[in-house]
Nanobody
């Protein structure tokens, strides 16, 4: 059974940075596994933030975080990271790590919740103005 454990959330002022981590365990993650980050602000639906393919680090981002957030992975540690810079109050949310083992080929990375099979418990990020 795949387990995902997020950490690194906290309180930060606007313009600051945080790095979230997602430690994955329970199996060997093959080349085509997709690891995603989603977030859910109070009273809003969970939305896609970023994702990375385990084997080649191919990434995709939602437009609102492009240039500010970077998703990376460390194969040796079975961990993915979300480096968040230039944080804004609108980035305030619970951030969730997710995993999708489906083979999509080389050019597609999923961005919808329903495509991800495994989820972490979330970590809270609060950005103050």
């Amino acid at each position: 059974q795949v387990q995902l454990v997020e950490s690194g959330g906290g309180l930060v002022q606007a313009g600051g940075s945080l790095q979230l981590s997602c430690a994955a365990s329970g199996r060997t993650f093959s080349y085509y596994w997709i690891m995603g980050w989603f977030r859910q602000a109070p009273g809003k639906e969970r939305q896609f933030v970023a994702a990375i393919r385990w084997g080649d680090s191919r990434t995709v981002y939602v437009d609102s975080v492009k240039g500010r957030f970077t998703v990376t992975r460390d194969n040796a540690k079975n961990t993915i990271y979300l480096q968040m810079n230039s944080l804004k109050p609108e980035d305030t949310a619970d951030y969730y790590c997710a995993a999708d083992p489906t083979f999509y080929g080389t050019n597609y990375i999923p961005t919808t919740m329903s495509q991800y099979d495994y989820w972490g418990q979330g970590t809270q990020v609060t950005v103050t103005s």
